[in-house]
């Protein structure tokens, strides 16, 4: 494996929720009481209005308010990404130069969903995207939910934009990803998009982890992953023996249902997701909690 590169925004990021009131308005209270949470407990940076955050149905000038109030309560503390990426490219820069207005760390990009455009079309899209402010930008890859994987050759050809510093992988194909590290120019970091992987994808040569699971795990991830870089290959396994039952528990509904729920539960209300998603059953948040106290009386050891 060649050299790991530095991981530009810290090595655990937590994909946060966004808090909603009970009036489906966004809870900016919680928001702000949440990013201390998370500092607290293992993230070193927040990607803000991303698809745990229900980025398609907050308004632009929701994710600027967010964006803004991300860097308020972070305060240096913890890096803050701004989620601009849409499936247009004209609103996306839009929402990258407030973001940059906003005094955010970096900027994320999704793939460009439904419109299924080819790969010189994405291509297009991140380059118009990155050139639009000084700030570096990750390129969030998943075809899962996009329909379009941003293939290997143009992932190559975005790493060598200078703005272009990283990519958030969930592409969920362990094996394509460490292909794709291996292909990248030295200093181009690539973060597991997808928390059952990050164990793999950081031991291929990963930097991190844009997380789910660290809202309810963060110290255990973070511990993992610096077993995974420490070569302690016997504790990043247990540590992930540990999480990946709460893994799987909150992806077992469209996530971030039973986050949300599981937050409300064991933490402290966040609100329900916004239509079209839904409240996740009963039966998900006792799931959850299950495989959560498995993580606390680890923690209490």
């Given at each position: 494996m060649k050299n790991r590169p530095v991981a530009p925004f810290g090595r655990v990021l937590t994909a946060i929720i966004t808090p909603f009131a009970t009036d489906g308005s966004v809870d900016y209270s919680a928001f702000w009481k949440l990013v201390h949470h998370l500092g607290d407990n293992g993230s070193e940076g927040i990607v803000v209005a991303g698809t745990t955050g229900e980025s398609p149905t907050l308004s632009k000038p929701e994710k600027v308010a967010l964006f803004k109030a991300g860097v308020d309560a972070a305060k240096g503390r913890m890096t803050v990404i701004a989620g601009a990426g849409t499936y247009d490219t004209r609103e996306s820069i839009e929402l990258a130069e407030a973001a940059a207005s906003a005094g955010v760390d970096g900027i994320m990009a999704v793939t460009p969903y439904y419109s299924k455009p080819p790969q010189r079309g994405i291509a297009a899209h991140m380059r118009a995207i990155a050139s639009a402010t000084d700030l570096p930008l990750m390129v969030y890859n998943i075809p899962g939910r996009t329909a379009r994987r941003i293939e290997i050759e143009t992932m190559v050809e975005l790493a060598h934009h200078p703005k272009i510093v990283a990519t958030k992988d969930a592409v969920d194909d362990v094996a394509?990803?460490?292909?794709?590290?291996?292909?990248f120019p030295e200093g181009f970091a690539v973060y597991s998009g997808?928390?059952?992987?990050?164990?793999?994808?950081?031991?291929a040569g990963g930097v991190g982890v844009v997380s789910v699971t660290s809202h309810l795990a963060g110290r255990e991830i973070a511990a993992m992953v610096d077993a995974v870089i420490d070569g302690r290959r016997d504790d990043a396994q247990e540590l992930?023996?540990?999480v990946e039952p709460l893994n799987a528990a909150l992806f077992s509904e469209p996530s971030p249902m039973p986050l949300k729920a599981a937050l409300n539960a064991y933490w402290d209300s966040v609100g329900d997701p916004r239509l079209p998603l839904v409240p996740a059953e009963a039966a998900t948040t006792e799931l959850v909690g299950k495989a959560l106290d498995a993580v606390l009386e680890y923690r209490s050891r």
């Amino acid at each position: 494996m060649k050299n790991r590169p530095v991981a530009p925004f810290g090595r655990v990021l937590t994909a946060i929720i966004t808090p909603f009131a009970t009036d489906g308005s966004v809870d900016y209270s919680a928001f702000w009481k949440l990013v201390h949470h998370l500092g607290d407990n293992g993230s070193e940076g927040i990607v803000v209005a991303g698809t745990t955050g229900e980025s398609p149905t907050l308004s632009k000038p929701e994710k600027v308010a967010l964006f803004k109030a991300g860097v308020d309560a972070a305060k240096g503390r913890m890096t803050v990404i701004a989620g601009a990426g849409t499936y247009d490219t004209r609103e996306s820069i839009e929402l990258a130069e407030a973001a940059a207005s906003a005094g955010v760390d970096g900027i994320m990009a999704v793939t460009p969903y439904y419109s299924k455009p080819p790969q010189r079309g994405i291509a297009a899209h991140m380059r118009a995207i990155a050139s639009a402010t000084d700030l570096p930008l990750m390129v969030y890859n998943i075809p899962g939910r996009t329909a379009r994987r941003i293939e290997i050759e143009t992932m190559v050809e975005l790493a060598h934009h200078p703005k272009i510093v990283a990519t958030k992988d969930a592409v969920d194909d362990v094996a394509w990803t460490t292909e794709a590290i291996e292909a990248f120019p030295e200093g181009f970091a690539v973060y597991s998009g997808s928390d059952s992987h990050t164990k793999d994808i950081v031991a291929a040569g990963g930097v991190g982890v844009v997380s789910v699971t660290s809202h309810l795990a963060g110290r255990e991830i973070a511990a993992m992953v610096d077993a995974v870089i420490d070569g302690r290959r016997d504790d990043a396994q247990e540590l992930h023996d540990l999480v990946e039952p709460l893994n799987a528990a909150l992806f077992s509904e469209p996530s971030p249902m039973p986050l949300k729920a599981a937050l409300n539960a064991y933490w402290d209300s966040v609100g329900d997701p916004r239509l079209p998603l839904v409240p996740a059953e009963a039966a998900t948040t006792e799931l959850v909690g299950k495989a959560l106290d498995a993580v606390l009386e680890y923690r209490s050891r």
